[in-house]
């Protein structure tokens, strides 16, 4: 029970950070119907933007942790966003009318690049980065066991609720919210009645890439590890995790989130650690065969 | 095949055919048959579920509810609402073209009317691995295809463009070919999709000519959707009207055109598509 | 025209100007953190090293490019003539009949007259020529890098035949298949197990490890082959993945990460290739020994392995299946309206790519000796990818030319020793291969969707092969 308990968090912790990288692929699947494949390296990106800009703050001087580390989170968003802008407007822009799978090839080339590029300039090996935020919290204890939620957790939890709520009040109230679905319905259409279509696609890849630099920046200190190759990985899962929530569905990203979150976490604490990426793909293609529209999306009808 | 013998013969029965989107009812209880050898037509206003019937009878959605048979000469029953999409094609033998023409844009006339030919081919050539193998002779099968094919182009006047690709043909000629495509499946039934849609009157008449053709050399039923009425007035054995899912009208095309019913749901909604004096009563 | 600026000129040179600073900006964004801090472990911890001339360096590249670029490229024609007009330079690029220098159809009726001679010239080359410089080697003792060469030749051709295999797939068929290395792993462990447990020898275990891979695609492939283009990739890309970690995991089965070493090396119709032994190749054949007859026999193999792919898929394209394959390319609900079992259609091509893969894979595992999951990573699902959009997709003789292009260009590169006098001791260029192919896919795709060679000759031909009709130009557009 302990155990069990103990892993709850910990997969919804890990299930946070998915879905905050889940909403980027949702948000641009909705708006122009591809899979943003280099999203996960633009969080991978992110990760890295933020451990430079840690380290040179320290280096500057600054060593008081809460203000170096909002500082950190700002201008690695400010970063990601530039990073996301410019790869919408390099590779998936000219290719807006194009034949159906080109922006994914686009994509794929672009992914190539960001990830070797990053490995061109800062190298191959792993980055450790020594744990920022200590202490935690026991919930409980019995037997021995304890069950614990770290100040880590609870900061990637509460700042992974707010943004959603934040996000969600963004895409329903402002005028932000109402191009981009207006875009999504009809693109031609909202060109017409004076939304501009480009920018509205350019911001919903800025937007994306500043929610993943947030995944990016907890996932650093989180697990205080990263190289050039975990946006591979962690992109194909939240991307499983946008669709088993309904592709195009907000709150479906953060339940895909959180859900493929669970799967995983449990899957390496009841039966084997190794197989635990087998799990989550395993889960993308089940829930593609079987239910292709996923929890909370709309069932897509054919028009002949 | 004696033409008196096969006139009226049922060979396509809708029975209480409904189609619900979400909340909305897109076809709601709709009742109709379509004889072999008669041309019938599907008309009404727009939104009206013409499409959406086409699409339950071809298998491309499955209907909510009803039933719709289809039965051949020789007796054999279809329900098609139970088939695959591409078994209604190879065995209940009911071709169809789309509203927004879906030729093979990059390959050729010939090859697009080859690919029709594909399951009867497929079996000629040893699904693939006979022929490769060089174990069945394909060739003569292949030519004999080819004929067909030139048989069709030959109807539609498209010999010389035989091997241009599909997308430079001009619009007109793309909707013919989608017609001989279909035509080479050898179908029983023929549903073509606002098959004068965008035509000028030139193209249109000869859209008309090529169809009673159809009817007159093959003996088949021919189903069709149009909004340009001189296309169901003129070919039209039997016309169906619908409005709002709903069947309000059927008989021959001058009974059609003096229904008040017709008149106030079709022609007096969209008084601009009215086609002129030729249809007011 | 005068000497003094008009105001469209004084405008366009203030825009290139403005344009620049944002670019330059956005540059300066982008590589602040990326390039000008670079992280280095030193005692036990990161510490940063700056590299700051290098961001202001490329900073000033990309705004004196742009502004170049604007100046004198895509605004040439505002700043002689007095028409103003400034689309941006991606889409004037894309649409650029200046770039597109070698027109479609010209360039397909050159291919055409060099199918029809050029082609056997070129086969009878691949054959011909190895043999040639050998025996050049051998008696005049020119001492040519043969070695070097012709494991570059066979490397080329290995890309080439699971550049053909995937075709099928992605260029016939039009399904994007992401795990295609998934199958060239399968027929590197089966001949590998094969050979290890059964003692079966590379020859029977060829067309095994090649029905194995198309089990496997029929496998895969029957579930998922209903999803749409985009869900497809991705499901074909976990499974190439799943497969890897499989292979991984496994301990007992593959050896794990460790591989699997002391796969035996094919024989000559049952002569090794050995130096010691009292039947060896060399021997029978009154030959003396040389470690070159081996790496020769190899590269005739993939030759000939390639060539049976392309002579497959050459016929398969001019049958029924073909034609059914092509017309799923450009539409499948047409296809299902006509009665094609699209389903399994698309099983077949995948099955068949994943044959070829197979028969690639085990091939693979002869030539090393040694397989391990890390040569079956995604990024070789990419490579091969990339082959065959570069090439055009659908298009034989353009996987040949992108695999020589970026195999061989590669290969080049590494061996650029000039490079390091310009960019420093520690540069090495084989860092710089894959951004290279990333950066070729998303030029290739903007500035040619269907590949540098798009033309598509028809399968068949009413009347006598008079002509190659054009190909539609943006066809790509309109689907």
């Known amino acids: 029970m302990e155990y069990f308990l103990q892993q709850l968090i910990n997969g919804v912790t890990l299930g946070s950070i998915y879905g905050l990288i889940a909403i980027g692929y949702t948000m641009v699947y909705g708006i122009i119907g591809m899979i943003n494949f280099a999203h996960g390296d633009i969080f991978m990106v992110s990760s890295f933007i933020s451990l430079i800009v840690f380290l040179a703050l320290l280096s500057l001087g600054l060593t008081f942790i809460p203000l170096a580390l909002f500082l950190v989170l700002v201008i690695s968003m400010v970063i990601t966003a530039a990073y996301g802008w410019t790869v919408e407007r390099l590779a998936y822009r000219p290719l807006r009318d194009s034949f159906r799978l080109a922006p994914l090839i686009t994509a794929i080339g672009m992914s190539i690049v960001l990830q070797n590029y990053v490995q061109i300039a800062q190298g191959a090996r792993v980055k450790p980065l020594p744990p920022i935020i200590k202490g935690s919290y026991t919930l409980m204890e019995h037997d021995g066991f304890i069950v614990q939620i770290s100040n880590m957790q609870i900061i990637i939890i509460l700042t992974t609720l707010i943004l959603m709520l934040g996000f969600s009040w963004l895409i329903s109230r402002t005028s932000l919210g109402r191009s981009q679905r207006a875009c999504e319905q009809d693109r031609t259409m909202a060109a017409l009645l004076g939304v501009n279509v480009d920018r509205t696609i350019s911001l919903t890849f800025v937007i994306g890439a500043a929610l993943a630099s947030v995944a990016g920046f907890m996932y650093l200190l989180y697990y205080g590890v990263i190289d050039f190759y975990i946006g591979f990985v962690a992109g194909i899962k939240a991307f499983t995790a946008a669709v088993l929530g309904g592709i195009g569905s907000l709150p479906g990203a953060m339940l895909g989130g959180l859900i493929i979150g669970l799967i995983e976490t449990f899957w390496s604490a009841y039966f084997s650690i190794e197989y635990k990426d087998v799990a989550a793909f395993a889960t993308l293609a089940i829930v593609l065969i079987f239910m292709p529209s996923g929890l909370l999306g709309k069932p897509e009808v054919e028009k002949v | 095949m004696n033409q008196s013998a096969n006139q009226g013969f049922p060979l396509l029965k809708v029975e209480h055919l ?175 999709d606002e098959p004068a849609a965008g035509l000028n009157p030139k193209e249109s008449d000869q859209l008309n000519r090529l169809l009673l053709d159809i009817r007159r050399e093959e003996q088949i039923a021919i189903l069709l959707i149009e909004h340009d009425m001189s296309v169901v007035m003129e070919i039209s054995d039997h016309v169906i009207v619908i409005d709002y899912g709903r069947k309000i009208s059927s008989g021959t095309a001058s009974y059609v055109r003096n229904d008040k019913k017709v008149i106030a749901a079709y022609l007096g909604v969209e008084n601009e598509e009215g086609q002129g004096a030729e249809v007011k009563p | 025209m005068t000497a003094a600026f008009s105001k469209k000129q004084k405008a366009v040179v203030k825009g290139a100007i403005i344009s620049s600073l944002m670019a330059a900006t956005m540059a300066f964004l982008l590589s602040i953190f990326m390039l000008g801090l670079r992280t280095k472990s030193a005692a036990g911890a990161l510490v940063l090293e700056p590299r700051f001339t290098l961001v202001a360096g490329i900073t000033v590249l990309v705004f004196s490019g742009r502004l170049l670029l604007h100046l004198f490229w895509w605004n040439k024609k505002a700043l002689s003539s007095h028409s103003f007009k400034q689309p941006g330079w991606f889409e004037q690029l894309a649409s650029s009949k200046k770039i597109g220098w070698f027109g479609q159809l010209a360039l397909a009726q050159k291919l055409k007259g060099l199918g029809k001679h050029g082609g056997t010239i070129m086969i009878a080359l691949c054959f011909i020529l190895p043999l040639l410089l050998f025996f050049f080697n051998l008696k005049l003792g020119t001492g040519l890098p043969l070695r070097y060469w012709f494991d570059i030749a066979t490397l080329i051709l290995t890309y080439i035949m699971l550049g053909w295999g995937l075709n099928i797939v992605v260029g016939l068929a039009g399904l994007l298949d992401l795990g295609y290395v998934a199958f060239y792993a399968i027929g590197a462990y089966s001949y590998a197990l094969l050979a290890q447990h059964f003692g079966l020898s590379f020859w029977l275990c060829l067309p095994l490890a090649g029905l194995l891979a198309a089990t496997w695609g029929v496998i895969l492939g029957f579930p998922v082959l209903r999803l749409r283009g985009d869900y497809l990739a991705i499901v074909t890309l976990a499974f190439g993945e799943i497969i890897r970690i499989i292979l991984l995991n496994w301990y007992q089965f593959t050896g794990g990460p460790d591989g699997l070493s002391g796969v035996p090396r094919p024989s000559f119709f049952g002569l090794p290739f050995k130096r010691y032994g009292d039947q060896t190749f060399h021997i029978f054949f009154g030959l003396d020994y040389s470690s070159l007859h081996r790496i020769l026999f190899l590269y005739y193999i993939i030759l000939l392995l390639a060539l049976l792919t392309n002579f497959v898929t050459h016929k398969m394209r001019r049958l029924p299946i073909g034609r059914a394959w092509e017309a799923l390319r450009e539409d499948e609900t047409a296809c299902r309206s006509l009665g094609i079992n699209t389903v399994n259609t698309k099983l077949t091509a995948f099955a068949t790519g994943a044959m070829f893969g197979g028969f690639a894979g085990s091939f693979f595992a002869t030539r090393q000796g040694f397989i391990s999951p890390e040569s079956f990573t995604f990024i070789e699902s990419a490579i091969i990818l990339a082959i065959v959009v570069l090439g055009g997709m659908g298009s034989q003789i353009g996987v040949v030319i992108a695999s020589v292009v970026m195999i061989g260009g590669f290969e080049l590169l590494r061996n650029m020793e000039g490079l390091k006098y310009v960019f420093g001791q520690e540069f090495d260029p084989s860092l710089y291969r894959m951004i290279l192919f990333g950066f070729a896919m998303v030029a290739i795709m903007v500035w040619k969707p269907r590949g540098l060679i798009s033309a598509r000759l028809p399968t068949i031909f009413l009347k006598t092969e008079t002509a190659v009709s054009p190909s539609p130009q943006n066809k790509g557009d309109a689907q």
């Open chain 2, 18 to 192: 409904t189609m619900r989107f979400g909340g909305l009812t897109a076809i709601d209880d709709l009742s109709f048959s379509a004889a072999q050898t008669d041309i019938t037509a599907i008309i009404g206003p727009n939104g009206a579920g013409k499409t959406t019937v086409f699409n339950c009878l071809t298998g491309f959605y499955k209907p909510s509810e009803g039933m719709i048979s289809l039965t051949h000469p020789d007796r054999t029953r279809f329900l098609l609402e139970r088939m695959d999409d591409f078994r209604i094609c190879s065995k209940a033998r009911v071709a169809r073209t789309f509203q927004n023409i879906r030729l093979f844009a990059g390959m050729t006339l010939l090859e697009n009317l080859l690919v029709a030919q594909h399951n009867q081919l497929m079996k000629a050539s040893g699904f693939t691995i006979g022929a490769l193998l060089g174990l069945v002779s394909y060739q003569p099968h292949e030519k004999q295809a080819i004929e067909l094919a030139r048989h069709w182009l030959d109807k539609i006047g498209l010999v010389e463009r035989a091997d241009d690709h599909a997308a430079d043909l001009p619009y007109g000629d793309q909707r013919r070919l989608e017609i001989a495509r279909a035509m080479c499946t050898d179908p029983l039934m023929l549903c073509l």
